[in-house]
């Protein structure tokens, strides 16, 4: 894995790294745009190294730390545009006409804005665990989180004020409360510290989007889509219904026994499914 420094239009600082098949450089004809992973949050950072060691023989993935998360600049603003812009500037800095774009969780938000906004320069949509267009499904995913243990507890491990309440809130993302614990301390390893000014600014933003009017924009993006949804993920996978329904070029894939962060639980399918996509 190779790390770069992306500066984006503002001057702000984000840390991004190249790897995969392809290897660091310019992507290989014949072998498809390369992968940008948008990860989770608002607030987080990059946590797809499972994810990356899944797919790297086969594409070349770009990971990037959104602003104000990881080893990104933490400086705002924190607006949905602003991360667009952001995003681009990943683009723009690996040299990408266009680029593929998978997005878990927050980021399947911020890979659809893209997409939305530059229907160009994204050659598929991959949108893993998303909440889809409406904001009806909170209600759902709090009983449903209040009713699902977070599993057998263990010392907290050392580190700044939040790690553990972090490890726990996440343990409740996987459907097997036998192995929640673990999994979710490997996001959390190493800890970077959650943004909260980032994550309520976006999260306060996202509330007042109109779903009649992304659905609307929806029907018009011609960008061949993927979703995957684990049939166990505590948000209702209702949720994301009128966006299947809304989207020309869409395929949908509910992986059993998987809950929010679908490629950790069942890695094969989830592989199979994302590459045959990419491949299309």
């Keep these: 894995m190779e790390e770069h420094k992306v500066i984006a239009d503002d001057g702000r600082v984000l840390w991004a790294a190249d790897s995969g098949r392809a290897g660091p450089g310019p992507a290989t004809p014949g072998r498809g745009e390369p992968l940008v992973l948008c990860h989770g949050g608002p607030g987080l950072w990059d946590m797809f190294d499972g994810l990356a060691e899944l797919l790297a023989d086969r594409v070349r993935l770009i990971r990037w730390d959104q602003r104000g998360g990881g080893r990104s600049e933490r400086e705002g603003p924190y607006t949905m545009a602003r991360t667009l812009a952001d995003l681009d500037a990943v683009r723009v800095h690996f040299g990408l006409a266009r680029m593929a774009l998978l997005g878990h969780s927050w980021g399947a938000d911020v890979a659809l804005h893209y997409a939305l906004a530059h229907p160009d320069r994204v050659s598929s949509l991959v949108y893993v665990s998303g909440t889809g267009l409406g904001q009806d499904w909170r209600a759902e995913y709090r009983r449903n989180r209040a009713e699902r243990p977070a599993g057998p507890a263990v010392p907290t491990v050392p580190g700044p004020v939040g790690r553990d309440a972090a490890v726990r809130l996440w343990t409740a993302d996987f459907a097997d409360p036998?192995?929640?614990?673990?999994?979710?301390?490997?996001?959390?390893?190493?800890?970077?510290?959650?943004?909260?000014?980032?994550?309520?600014?976006?999260?306060?933003?996202?509330?007042?989007?109109?779903?009649?009017?992304?659905?609307?924009?929806?029907?018009?993006?011609?960008?061949?889509?993927?979703?995957?949804?684990?049939?166990?993920?505590?948000?209702?996978?209702?949720?994301?219904?009128?966006?299947?329904?809304?989207?020309?070029?869409?395929?949908?894939?509910?992986?059993?026994?998987?809950?929010?962060?679908?490629?950790?639980?069942?890695?094969?399918s989830f592989g199979w499914a994302v590459l045959a996509h990419l491949d299309r």
């Design 178 to 268: 036998g192995t929640a614990r673990w999994r979710a301390e490997e996001p959390a390893t190493p800890w970077f510290g959650v943004n909260e000014e980032a994550n309520a600014a976006l999260n306060a933003e996202s509330h007042a989007w109109d779903e009649a009017e992304l659905i609307a924009r929806c029907r018009g993006l011609d960008v061949p889509t993927l979703i995957v949804d684990g049939a166990a993920d505590l948000r209702p996978r209702w949720s994301v219904d009128s966006l299947a329904d809304a989207l020309p070029d869409v395929a949908r894939v509910v992986l059993p026994g998987a809950g929010h962060v679908p490629w950790v639980e069942s890695p094969g």
